[in-house]
């Protein structure tokens, strides 16, 4: 089939082409505008020669630029590589070189990571492309790349033509995910993949086209591209974005713009929380609170749940993100849950020899869907132990109840065997992160002489508290099986 991402926000611009679709640190951008400058940046690309199944990268910030980037590559058929924006010198040259990109294009405050590559990178030199964060500024960029705003200004606004017809099956994007090996992979996620994610989050949050989207998460990663930004704009709703996280701001931004849905990851809502300005805002106006990113602790989703806020939990991965959330009606019931499989996904459990398994046993999530990716970048022997007849193996250990609903206790890596017994880290550091006196725990398995190995807990507790190993042993006693105490 013969269609493209980039036709979502051509298609909004003729449909509601004064209809905002972002608020960029408090300024309103419409589709019209937003899809102008992606057909600029398009445009450039095509002068640049760049061609279908070309990769560009970009390492930026939340920023419009960032969308029409990627907008722009998606109507050309280009593969957009988004970059983690911490990534450093050595991080960035692996990614760079690991897929062959062409162009980057990065904020200027990260000219100190690009500089020392240069030399080293496949980009070509002439497509090293410098935004500056604050445009009023003239020499805010290196003389070694091009200024984004001197290299669009005089590119047409009409539609790219692709030189290539773009295919629903054409790769849109590589992102990249940490590996077992320690060498990121690159998960190739296709145009068509990519509506079907559209569908189900717009399915899942019942979005609407009035909806206000509030969300501080990075741009960079699947959950902030795929679930939040593309589904937001191919529904028409309007999308609330700021350069980075600022908890204090994220909560005011619910009551300024009367948001209607929020994204967020566990950690960005302990942040807000911690700030206390949850208890002078209206919230009235939220209709859908979802996120994750890791285990999130009831304790936590109690508290939000005091202020008016109930989070809906969810589990995905880049390799198929969203794939389980967590439905309204279920939240306070269904508490540790991560909830049921989405619309556009088959997920369930099974042990080693491929065997579904029945409610209440532990096996590996396993999933199916027209959303999963089609591979990691040149990376045939892992795209093919993980993909194994077309089921995507998570890598992650959990179970259902009687009802469906999915729970996770940990990595199928992140474990060790205690006298026999499968000990799964997470599971307990589960627990032990409701304990009052804990911030964070970590536990790993060591060797144990007696027991072939056990569990040692590493513990940052709260400010002014300490603990010693009798509290936990005591907090934990009727909570788990002796043999999994660390």
């Known amino acids: 089939m013969k269609w493209n991402i980039g036709k979502i926000l051509n298609k909004r611009a003729i449909?509601?082409?004064?209809?905002?679709?972002?608020?960029?640190?408090?300024?309103?951008?419409?589709?019209?505008?937003?899809?102008?400058?992606?057909?600029?940046v398009g445009n450039f690309f095509r002068e640049k020669g760049l061609r279908k199944g070309d990769r560009i990268a970009v390492d930026l910030l939340n920023c419009p630029e960032f969308l029409a980037c990627y907008f722009a590559a998606a109507k050309l058929g280009l593969i957009?590589?988004?970059?983690?924006?911490?990534?450093?010198?050595?991080e960035l040259e692996y990614q760079l070189n690991a897929c062959a990109c062409r162009l980057l294009v990065f904020h200027n405050e990260f000219a100190k990571y690009v500089e020392p590559i240069r030399s080293s990178i496949?980009?070509?030199?002439?497509?090293?492309?410098?935004?500056?964060?604050?445009?009023?500024?003239?020499?805010?960029?290196?003389?070694?790349?091009?200024?984004?705003?001197?290299?669009i200004k005089s590119c047409s606004a009409d539609e790219p033509e692709p030189v290539d017809p773009i295919d629903m099956d054409d790769p849109l994007a590589i992102l990249y995910t940490s590996g077992v090996s320690g060498d990121p992979k690159g998960a190739v996620i296709s145009h068509g993949q990519t509506y079907f994610k559209n569908f189900q989050i717009i399915d899942y949050t019942d979005m609407r086209q009035d909806d206000v989207f509030l969300f501080q998460s990075p741009l960079c990663?699947?959950?902030?591209?795929?679930?939040?930004?593309?589904?937001?704009?191919?529904?028409?709703?309007?999308?609330?974005?700021?350069?980075?996280?600022?908890?204090?701001?994220?909560?005011?931004?619910?009551?300024?713009?009367?948001?209607?849905?929020?994204?967020?990851l566990t950690t960005m809502f302990r942040f807000v929380l911690e700030t206390g300005a949850l208890d002078h805002i209206d919230v009235s106006s939220v209709r859908v609170m979802f996120g994750g990113g890791e285990r999130t602790p009831e304790k936590l989703?109690?508290?939000?749940?005091?202020?008016?806020?109930?989070?809906?939990?969810?589990?995905?991965?880049t390799e198929n993100s969203a794939m389980v959330l967590m439905p309204k009606y279920a939240v306070k019931s269904k508490r540790g849950s991560c909830g049921l499989p989405n619309f556009f996904s088959d997920v369930w459990i099974q042990n080693k020899q491929g065997e579904r398994l029945p409610p209440g046993e532990t096996g590996e999530i396993v999933a199916t869907?027209?959303?999963?990716?089609?591979?990691?970048?040149?990376?045939?022997?892992?795209?093919?132990?993980?993909?194994?007849?077309?089921?995507?193996h998570t890598g992650d250990m959990g179970y259902t109840d009687e009802d469906g609903f999915f729970y996770i206790v940990g990595r199928?890596?992140?474990m060790y065997r205690s006298g026999a017994e499968n000990v799964y880290p997470a599971e307990v550091e589960k627990i032990l992160a409701d304990h009052p006196k804990i911030e964070n725990v970590?536990?790993?398995?060591?060797?144990?002489?007696?027991?072939?190995?056990?569990?040692?807990?590493?513990?940052?507790?709260?400010?002014?508290?300490?603990?010693?190993?009798?509290?936990?042993?005591?907090?934990?006693?009727?909570?788990?099986?002796k043999f999994k105490f660390p």
């Open 15 to 40: 449909i509601a082409p004064n209809k905002v679709a972002i608020i960029y640190e408090d300024t309103p951008i419409t589709y019209k505008a937003l899809n102008e400058e992606s057909n600029r």
């Open 442 to 481: 970590a536990i790993i398995g060591v060797p144990d002489e007696k027991w072939g190995e056990t569990g040692m807990a590493f513990i940052v507790c709260r400010k002014g508290e300490t603990i010693n190993r009798e509290e936990v042993v005591t907090f934990l006693d009727g909570k788990i099986a």
């Open 122 to 151: 496949y980009v070509d030199k002439d497509k090293i492309i410098c935004i500056k964060r604050n445009r009023l500024e003239k020499h805010n960029c290196p003389k070694w790349a091009a200024d984004y705003e001197e290299s």
């Open 369 to 392: 869907g027209p959303n999963v990716m089609s591979g990691y970048w040149n990376r045939p022997q892992e795209t093919e132990e993980t993909i194994v007849d077309g089921v995507l």
């Open 221 to 264: 990663h699947s959950a902030g591209l795929c679930a939040v930004a593309t589904p937001a704009l191919c529904r028409g709703a309007t999308l609330l974005i700021r350069a980075q996280f600022d908890p204090a701001q994220f909560a005011s931004d619910i009551e300024k713009y009367r948001a209607t849905i929020i994204f967020g």
């Open 301 to 317: 989703i109690e508290e939000l749940s005091e202020k008016g806020l109930n989070l809906q939990t969810g589990f995905g991965q």
């Open 412 to 414: 199928a890596k992140d």
């Open 80 to 90: 957009f590589v988004p970059l983690n924006f911490r990534l450093v010198s050595r």
